[in-house]
């Protein structure tokens, strides 16, 4: 499996899952340092490691009336100061291939929207940024298609590519998770990651807002370690009812460490099943 640093991280890292978590959307600086700072709390407490995640322009929206963020530039800075003040890489997704180089000066990683994981170009533009690229499975792609997009990347010199799960559409407002995907996409050669809130997502069924069953994140979050994920990725938020976007899929954050422990725990004993 092709294997790079991250920062302190290693992708991936037989030990620990590499752990991608944080707002859906930077709403304000407190609040991301709020939850920067419970992440790293979690992180010296269970012997984790940390990217933390916040989306600086919500570009994709049910609802045009719905949020988009503060403010490019300034949700970026939020975005560097949190790596600054804990040591924590960071992420965030771009939309377009303009947006690679206003990015790319904040981050470490660059998220590839589901809905965009097939643009060359915007592919193309984030690998030639040299940052590690996270391309998320759009919900209408076949997982073993994932290749596909992956090389697209790797064809710029850069082979710092995750793939991450995050649901297929299933009818209408509804996704499900096949996790033989998860062994499809492994068998790219790239790490793979499963994002246990975005899975969870009912698209639109809110009434111009995407509504979501929370109260399986934990399970499925097992069920994909179970099947050899090496990372899993969280949407958290102090409180999740007034959360400015995913409001019905975000993890409350006095919630998360008690989730981290446990699917730490799982990975260890895969893991262990796995070398035997």
Known sequence: MQK?????????????PLLIAGPCVIENRAMAFEIAGELDRISRELGVRFIFKGSYRKANRSSGTSFKGIGDT??????????EAYG??????????????LASRFVDLLQIPA???????????AGESGLA???????FMAPEDMALAAMKVAETGNRKILLT???????????VVDFRGVVK???SGYPVL?????????????GGVSGGERQYVLPLAKAAVAAGVNGLFFEVHPDPLKALSDAAVQIALGDFGSIVKQLLQLYRCVQTLQSR
């Open 88 to 101: 924590m890489p960071v992420t965030t997704d771009v939309h377009e291939t303009k947006e690679v180089a």
């Open 194 to 206: 499963y994002d246990a809130t975005h899975s969870l997502q009912l698209p639109g069924s809110g």
């Open 74 to 83: 300034e949700a970026l800075e939020v975005l560097a100061a949190v790596r």
């Open 185 to 187: 996409m492994t068998e």
């Open 165 to 175: 799960e995050r649901g297929s559409s299933f009818g209408y407002h509804n996704l």
């Open 115 to 125: 809905f965009l994981c097939r643009q060359t170009d915007l592919l193309v533009a």
């Open 133 to 139: 690229v996270n391309i998320k499975k759009g919900q």
């Open 4 to 16: 790079f640093s991250l920062g302190p991280l290693s992708v991936p890292d037989e030990n620990v």
